[in-house]
């Protein structure tokens, strides 16, 4: 079983940047894959982005590239998403997500995924 623990989230302007963090309770290394995804308010949960821990092979979803990364942290057991030039569409609650094999479909497709944290807010204001 792993559990993830999300942190970091909050209010911030729209051009402002945050970063947030997801603790793992296993060994990072031993989950091959794991993402970011969001959720706003009467909308679906969507794939952020997502990243192989071996060698931190990174895919981005259209409104995430360029603005945001991805990066795993081995050694702490710790998922990053770091975020810039924030949107006011960009305000959603945002989990993280493991899965416990390579993809074998869509990356950023939520079916790929086994175990999800709680989730933290994240706030754009204008």
């Known amino acids: 079983q792993v559990r993830l623990m999300e942190s970091g989230g909050g209010s911030v302007q729209a051009g402002g940047s945050l970063s947030l963090s997801c603790t793992a309770s296993?060994?990072?290394?031993?989950?091959?894959?794991m993402a970011w995804f969001r959720q706003a308010p009467g909308k679906e949960r969507e794939g952020v982005a997502a990243?192989?821990?071996?060698?931190?092979?990174?895919y981005y979803a259209d409104s995430a590239k360029g603005r945001f990364t991805i990066a795993v942290d081995n050694a702490k057991n710790t998922l990053y998403l770091q975020m810039t030039t924030l949107k006011l569409e960009d305000t959603a609650m945002y989990y993280c997500?493991?899965?416990?094999?390579?993809?074998?479909?869509?990356?950023?497709?939520?079916?790929?995924?086994?175990?999800w944290g709680q989730g933290t807010q994240v706030t754009v204001t204008s």
């Open positions: 296993a060994n990072a290394f031993s989950i091959p894959l």
């Open positions: 997500a493991a899965a416990p094999f390579s993809a074998d479909g869509p990356i950023l497709d939520s079916g790929q995924y086994s175990y």
């Open positions: 990243v192989y821990s071996a060698d931190n092979s990174a």
